[in-house]
């Protein structure tokens, strides 16, 4: 049975910064790309960061490029989100997702952690 669990998510000032991480379970960690996405109230999810493998390529969305930074360990199955100088709009649920290498459909998601930032 895979798991995602999210955790890292707290109420901060804007400026401030936060950092998500992800444990994965039940799935060979490596063989995956680890991404986060995030919903705000009222809004669809979006895409936020990818990784494809331990220093290998990542992905931004464009507003949160230069801010954010998406890091995974492979010997934890831990995926991680390093999120500075957040911003009011930053607020969401924060989700990761786990796809095969190749593919580009999410097959496993977390329940998401909430990031509140106060302006």
């Known amino acids: 049975q895979v798991q995602l669990v999210e955790s890292g998510g707290a109420l901060v000032q804007a400026g401030g910064s936060l950092r998500l991480s992800c444990a994965a379970s039940?799935?060979?960690?490596?063989?995956?790309?680890m991404g986060w996405f995030r919903q705000a109230p009222g809004k669809e999810r979006e895409f936020v960061a990818v990784?494809?493998?331990?220093?290998?390529?990542?992905d931004y969305a464009d507003s949160v490029k230069g801010r954010f930074a998406i890091s995974r360990d492979n010997t934890k199955n831990t995926v991680y989100l390093q999120m500075n100088r957040l911003k009011a709009e930053d607020t969401a649920v924060y989700y990761c997702?786990?796809?095969?290498?190749?593919?580009?459909?999410?097959?496993?998601w977390g329940q998401g952690t909430q990031v509140t930032v106060s302006s």
């Open positions: 997702a786990a796809r095969i290498l190749m593919s580009d459909e999410y097959l496993y």
């Open positions: 039940g799935l060979t960690f490596s063989r995956y790309a």
């Open positions: 990784i494809r493998w331990s220093g290998g390529p990542t």
